[in-house]
């Protein structure tokens, strides 16, 4: 069991950032595959980034590539998501999520059934 809690949502205007934080807890998750998803009223919950167990590989979809970046502190069980350069159709509400059926999982998890375990979700609102 891994209990994911995310933080850090809220209303920002168009070319903000914030920065989301999802901490850990009740098992280490330094081997473990993670990622961001997000879902916006009348969609999908669509894939935004994800990070390999050791951080040294991060996948971003195309519509918040080089305005978000996803990192991780194994240390302190936690994944980040920065997200600059913010834009209205950015709001929705974000997803933390882990993938535990792999160890050191080499691949890269682009659909919600590949992850295991999720967050409550906080909502993130851009104003124009």
């Known amino acids: 069991q891994v209990q994911l809690v995310e933080s850090g949502g809220g209303l920002v205007q168009a070319g903000g950032s914030l920065r989301l934080s999802c901490a850990a807890s009740r098992r280490t998750v330094s081997a473990y595959y993670m990622g961001w998803f997000r879902h916006a009223p009348g969609k999908e919950r669509d894939f935004v980034a994800g990070?390999?167990?050791?951080?040294?590989?991060?996948y971003y979809a195309d519509s918040v590539k080089d305005r978000f970046t996803i990192s991780r502190d194994n240390a302190k069980n936690t994944v980040y998501l920065q997200m600059n350069s913010q834009k209205v159709e950015d709001t929705a509400v974000y997803y933390c999520?882990?993938?535990?059926?792999?160890?050191?999982?080499?691949?890269?998890?682009?659909?919600?059934?590949?992850?295991?375990?999720w967050g409550q979700g906080t909502q993130v609102t851009v104003s124009s």
């Open positions: 990070i390999r167990w050791n951080g040294d590989s991060t």
């Open positions: 999520a882990i993938q535990t059926r792999y160890l050191w999982y080499d691949g890269t998890p682009l659909t919600p059934n590949e992850y295991d375990y």
